[in-house]
T-cell receptor
Framework: GEDVEQSLFLSVREGDSSVINCTYT??????LYWYKQEPGAGLQLLTY?????DMKQDQRLTVLLNKKDKHLSLRIADTQTGDSAIYFC??????????FGTGTRLTVIP | GAVVSQHPSWVICKSGTSVKIECRSL??????MFWYRQFPKQSLMLMAT?????????EQGVEKDKFLINHASLTLSTLTVTSAHPEDSSFYIC???????????FGDGTRLSIL
């Protein structure tokens, strides 16, 4: 089955950029997503990219997709303390099949 | 837009009780709804997928008689944990999407604690 991997932890200083990486194995992905989860809460959709795109920018968020290497990244510019959370990447391979990574816990140091 | 409301947010009950969790799409029609379970410090595990008006499709290892799913309308799905036991304690999250290949939008989750 599909395997989606992320590093578990990332710490950055407030104001710096954060880059969260994700790799996946299925080459038939249609969409790739980034979700944010704050403590005790559900998942908030941050952004998503269609598999035929290389980059998508939305305010402080930039998503890069390298389809050849099956690598997805999320860059958060000017990281704030409110950005501290767990970030999940997810890979959609069909209409319904959504595979989640293990999540990266981002800690922003004031 | 694309708001999913999940209720209740927290349930504590005795072993043997059945618990119902509701998932509603507030501003779109959810042709498909999903139920996930999340253990502490872990990722989400898909339990089942339900399409409005038809029986849910359960993932391997998920007991359909234990976790009853009903998706009777385009805006509401329910998950009932029957005769809950302490090992059923977990964070349950629903998601919903509209027709076609669309992103899933998630509810805020229900923390279930069985004593």
């Amino acid at each position: 089955g599909e395997d989606v991997e992320q590093s578990l932890f990332l710490s950055v200083r407030e104001g710096d950029s954060s880059v969260i990486n994700c790799t996946y194995t299925d080459s038939s992905s249609t969409y790739l997503y980034w979700y944010k989860q704050e403590p005790g809460a559900g998942l908030q959709l941050l952004t998503y990219i269609f598999s035929n795109m290389d980059m998508k920018q939305d305010q402080r968020l930039t998503v890069l997709l390298n389809k050849k290497d099956k690598h997805l990244s999320l860059r958060i510019a000017d990281t704030q303390t409110g950005d501290s959370a767990i970030y999940f990447c997810a890979d959609q391979t069909g209409a319904n099949n959504l595979f989640f990574g293990t999540g990266t816990r981002l800690t922003v140091i004031p | 837009g694309a708001v999913v409301s999940q209720h209740p947010s927290w349930v504590i009950c005795k072993s043997g009780t059945s618990v119902k969790i509701e998932c509603r799409s507030l501003d779109f029609q959810a042709t498909t709804m999903f139920w996930y379970r999340q253990f502490p410090k872990q990722s989400l595990m898909l339990m089942a997928t339900s399409n409005e008006g038809s029986k849910a499709t359960y993932e391997q290892g998920v007991e359909k008689d234990k976790f009853l799913i009903n998706h009777a309308s385009l805006t509401l799905s329910t998950l009932t944990v029957t005769s809950a036991h302490p090992e059923d304690s977990s964070f349950y999250i629903c998601s919903a999407r509209d027709v076609g290949v669309q992103p899933q939008h998630f509810g805020d989750g229900t923390r279930l604690s069985i004593l």
